[in-house]
Every structure is written in C-alpha cells, then in structure tokens.
C-alpha cells in the first residue's frame, strides 16, 4: 500500500502520497550561479536533538530517531542537489562503519526511481561532493570515484599548507573559504555559484547549518520532527554558536503529519524559509 500523511499546512487539510511529496517542489530549478539556492535538512526529536554522545565522546543516531518514511524524503531532498556539503567528520564515521553511505543516489531498489528522475531533469547522474573541513584529516570514500562524481576539498586559509598539498597532490580541488581555518557559508556559496551550482544540499553538521544561516545563505530548512523525547546528558543539537537573533527567524512553508511512525508515536516534516538568503 502506498504511504499517505496528512497534510496540515498549508490548507486545504488533506491526505496525500508520501512518495514524490519533495520532488514536486523542483528545488532544481530555483537557483541559479549568481545565487546558489542552498538547503538543509535535519531530522530531531521534540528536545531538539539530532544525535547523542556515547561514553567515548563519538557521537551516532539512535536507531529510534530514524524512519524509512523520513529517509525517503531525504533522497528525494539529495536527488535534487547539483551538489552536496558534507564534513570530514562524517567521512570518519562512514569509513568506521558507524554511519552508511548517503554520497550517492538511486543506487537501491526503493530509490531507482530517483536516479531516473534526476536523468529526466538533465542533471548529472550523481551530485557533486564538498568536503569542508578545517583539519584536513579524514579518508576518502571509494564509492566517489566509482561514481565519478566532482570532489572538492573546502577548508579555511589558515588550513595546514602541508596537508593542502597532500590533497591536492591526489587531485582534488582545494576551495579556500575563510580567512581562519574554519569554512564560511558566504564565501563557500560563491565559489560554488562560480563552478556552476545551483542547488546546494547541506547533509553536514550543525557548524556548517550554523554558518550559513548567520551569513544569510540559507535558503530552506526540512526538518522532521519525532514525537518523542529523547533525553539523554550528552547531545547535539541543530546550531551550537551563539544567539542568532533575526538570522534565526524562519516562515512555515508546508507542514505534513505521519501519525503511524516511528513505533507508532508519529512524527511532522516541516519546510520553512528564510527571509534573509
């Protein structure tokens, strides 16, 4: 049986297909070069956290957090990316095998239909992947060069020249997007507008969301909510910078209801807009 949620804004209030709910938005289409449109997308529980710290310090996603419904949205969020922002951190995780690879899309049987749909659009069969980093220090993934995918290295001016080289030496492309050693939303947009992005994903952390947001280039924010509250002493959360004061404020653009997971406990996918990208 096919998945329906109940749409809650905006009006009129009415069940739809879950399948195909983001696609239809065309985020493709809404940037061009000269103004990147940039997005993110997190998924939280009702205190707010997006993961948890375990006794090591490492960070995972608890498995009650995550939904098949949820992770299709995703796709359908990625398959619509020139390109996507991700972190060296989530590299670590990948190669320890504590988190699966998201770099590429429509490669499983349930999400064919997305590589499909990206040939049908003109897009490139895979996304581009931005690495930012400011440590320079992780593996990179195989599965990028078996899919032939563009890879850039995003770091601050201040990065280890050392290691600067080393990448470079492997034949990536270093973008230089700060003056420090962490990288700037602002300046890593325009760079990418000048490769010829147009559609930016973030799939990284809360330190690349918190960046963009306070130079103004987010765009959009999905966001799905669980009806749970998670707890838990050590967390992370969706911004960990200081207050952003009108950076923060953002408009509700469509909200959708899944009463049915996870276990039951129900869950919204929330979209809103900036007014300040």
């Avoid at 985020?27 to 997308?41: E, I, M």
Wanted: include cysteine; glycine fraction near 10%; proline fraction near 6%.
């Amino acid at each position: 049986m096919t998945k329906k949620v109940f749409r809650l804004f905006p009006p009129p209030f009415e069940e739809v297909v879950l399948e195909g709910l983001y696609l239809q938005l065309n985020l493709h289409r809404q940037g061009t070069p000269d103004s990147p449109f940039v997005y993110a997308n997190f998924l939280t529980s009702l205190d707010g956290r997006i993961a948890l710290e375990d006794s090591s310090g490492q960070t995972y996603l608890p498995k009650s957090l995550t939904t098949p419904d949820d992770f299709r949205l995703f796709l359908e969020l990625e398959c619509q990316a020139d390109c996507l922002i991700t972190h060296g951190g989530y590299l670590r995780s990948l190669a320890q095998k504590r988190l699966g690879n998201i770099l590429q899309v429509g490669l499983t049987d349930t999400s064919r239909d997305l590589a499909k749909w990206r040939e049908e659009q003109g897009l490139s069969p895979q996304p581009a992947i931005i690495i930012a980093s400011a440590s320079l220090d992780f593996p990179m993934p195989a599965s990028i060069k078996e899919h032939r995918q563009a890879c850039y290295i995003a770091t601050g001016e201040q990065a280890d020249p050392a290691k600067l080289d080393y990448w470079r030496k492997q034949g990536y492309e270093v973008i230089l997007a700060g003056k420090g050693r962490m990288v700037e939303g602002d300046v890593l947009t325009r760079r990418l507008g000048e490769l010829g992005y147009r559609t930016i994903y973030l799939i990284a952390g809360p330190h690349m969301l918190d960046t963009m947001v306070r130079n103004g280039r987010l765009a959009r924010l999905f966001q799905t909510i669980t009806h749970q509250l998670m707890g838990g002493e050590a967390f992370r959360t969706l911004l960990p910078g200081p207050e952003l004061g009108p950076f923060g404020h953002l408009k509700l653009v469509s909200l959708y209801y899944d009463p049915t997971s996870p276990l039951g406990a129900g869950q919204w996918f929330a979209q809103f807009e900036s007014n300040h990208s």
